[in-house]
């Protein structure tokens, strides 16, 4: 049984940093394009990062320069380093494993506020 866990979220003021990690059980971690979407309520989820597993990454535009997605396979996490945090940024933030359907961790929130 494939699970995900999220970590890392919370409350952080503007141009603050935050780190989300998702460690990743019951599945050949290595193999699989991992990464990140959030949502707001009312909106879709949107992709914010993904990292292939041979280490190509894609980004956002919206959190291009601000974000960076990484992954230790042998720790089987993948991690969200997000910098220079907007209230725009508030979310929940959820971390995917891509398959078919996607897996997906039950989300973490982030809060970018003064």
């Known amino acids: 049984q494939v699970q995900l866990a999220e970590s890392g979220g919370g409350l952080v003021q503007p141009g603050g940093s935050l780190r989300l990690s998702c460690a990743a059980s019951g599945l050949i971690f290595r193999l699989y394009t991992m990464g990140w979407y959030r949502q707001v309520p009312g909106k879709p989820r949107e992709l914010v990062a993904r990292?292939?597993?041979?280490?190509?990454?894609n980004y956002a535009d919206s959190v291009k320069g601000r974000f960076t997605i990484s992954r230790d396979n042998a720790k089987n996490t993948v991690y969200l380093q997000m910098n220079s945090l907007k209230p725009e940024d508030t979310a929940v933030y959820y971390c995917y494993a891509a398959s078919t359907p996607n897996y997906w961790g039950p989300g973490t929130q982030v809060t970018v506020s003064s």
């Open positions: 990292i292939a597993s041979a280490g190509m990454t």
